[in-house]
T-cell receptor, first 112, second 109 residues
Framework: DAGVTQSPTHLIKTRGQQVTLRCSPK?????VSWYQQALGQGPQFIFQ???????QRGNFPDRFSGHQFPNYSSELNVNALLLGDSALYLC???????????FGPGTRLTVL | KNEVEQSPQNLTAQEGEFITINCSYS?????LHWLQQHPGGGIVSLFM???GKKKHGRLIATINIQEKHSSLHITASHPRDSAVYIC???????????FGTGTLLAVQP
């Protein structure tokens, strides 16, 4: 049983570019949450997807958008990248009704 | 003031010592999570608890709902326990996690 997978593992972009990060949830999970973890900080909630809809959003600008597909996998898109977007982006899957969240290995994004 | 506070921020222990990491929260929660993160790595969920105490191997997690406080204990610590330990609170319709800032634990042989 594969756990949560994310791709790519590392990514380097320049300011102003756009990026798409991908996440496949743990088998049987229907809910995907995205978190941003800046260096030396705790993760911050970006948004959560269930049934292909965004259920809740953290304090992130509209440059951050997402999508969930019928197979429950999800994408995180960031437009007009800023230097401050450099971080580890973590995807976590769970069941809507609750329970433990299982995290992927993360995507390390560096914006130059 | 953060909604989830952890202490200490940094902890150095000798192999074999008993370790305690504390977490206080100010929000209403449905559950309190303890997570482990190795340098450069992803996050592993250790415990999710809403009351009482849970044990897994050398790890023990407790929570006091009335005092809004939780502790993570590691018995007979080992260098492989070295990592960042994070507590996080979940609640609300989405059970999103609100993270503490983490405790960096180094266990020396």
């Amino acid at each position: 049983d594969a756990g949560v997978t994310q791709s790519p593992t590392h990514l380097i972009k320049t300011r102003g570019q756009q990026v798409t990060l991908r996440c496949s949830p743990k088998s049987g999970h229907d809910t995907v949450s995205w978190y941003q973890q800046a260096l030396g900080q705790g993760p911050q909630f970006i948004f959560q997807y269930y049934e292909e809809e965004e259920r809740q959003r953290g304090n992130f600008p509209d440059r951050f958008s997402g999508h969930q597909f019928p197979n429950y996998s999800s994408e995180l898109n960031v437009n007009a990248l800023l230097l401050g977007d450099s971080a580890l982006y973590l995807c976590a899957s769970s069941l809507l009704r609750g329970g433990r969240q299982f995290f992927g290995p993360g995507t390390r994004l560096t914006v130059l | 003031k953060n909604e989830v506070e952890q202490s200490p921020q940094n902890l150095t222990a000798q192999e074999g010592e008993f370790i305690t990491i504390n977490c206080s929260y100010s929000v209403g929660i449905s559950a309190l999570h303890w997570l482990q993160q190795h340098p450069g790595g992803g996050i592993v969920s250790l415990f999710m608890l809403s009351s009482g105490k849970k044990k897994h191997g050398r790890l023990i997690a407790t929570i006091n709902i009335q005092e809004k406080h939780s502790s993570l204990h590691i018995t007979a610590s080992h260098p492989r326990d070295s990592a960042v330990y994070i507590c996080a609170a979940s609640g609300g319709a989405t059970n999103k996690l609100i993270f503490g800032t983490g405790t960096l634990l180094a266990v020396q042989p």
